[in-house]
């Protein structure tokens, strides 16, 4: 499916607004010069990241979304993809083995593949395992701090 530029921004920054995952829906129609002006302003943040930033940090809100979304009782609001291992990002495809996320305050292990598309703007594929509930006195050590 050919993504255009419009709609690549409206999934890109209504997964980033909504903490949602993109999907090949259309993107909502915003009426409001406001938001219409965050959702511009969140495109051209998203640009001006390094390639593989730009990849890691749109694979991680996808992760948000769907966790979100799929994971009856997980709200998570923080993922670190370094948790627990070197990242691996190599011509858009994010492996985060060694991820993390934060759910109601506690942490849990993640790992997940990520596949970008569109200069890293949207997502081709994703696929995710949650693991274990990190004890507290690993926290420190994996850089996973508290609400």
Not at 17 to 38: E, F, K, V
Not at 48 to 66: F, W, Y
Not at 89 to 99: E, F, N
């Amino acid at each position: 499916m050919r993504v255009t530029r419009a709609k690549c921004i409206g999934l890109v920054a209504g997964a980033i607004l909504s903490g949602q995952a993109a999907s090949a829906a259309p993107p909502p129609r915003h009426n409001d010069s406001a938001t219409a002006a965050r959702i511009k302003a969140i495109v051209q943040t998203m640009k001006n990241l390094a390639p593989n930033e730009r990849a890691e940090q749109r694979c991680n809100a996808k992760a948000l979304g769907v966790i979100t979304r799929e994971q009856k009782g997980f709200r998570p609001d923080e993922i670190i993809a370094y948790a627990f291992a070197d990242v691996a990002i190599d011509k858009g495809r994010v492996l985060a083995r060694g991820a993390a996320f934060r759910n109601r305050g506690e942490w849990y292990r993640l790992s997940y593949q990520c596949q970008t598309a569109d200069e890293g703007l949207s997502i081709a594929s994703f696929s995710y395992t949650i693991g274990s509930r990190v004890p507290k006195d690993q926290w420190a050590e994996h850089y996973l701090v508290p609400q």
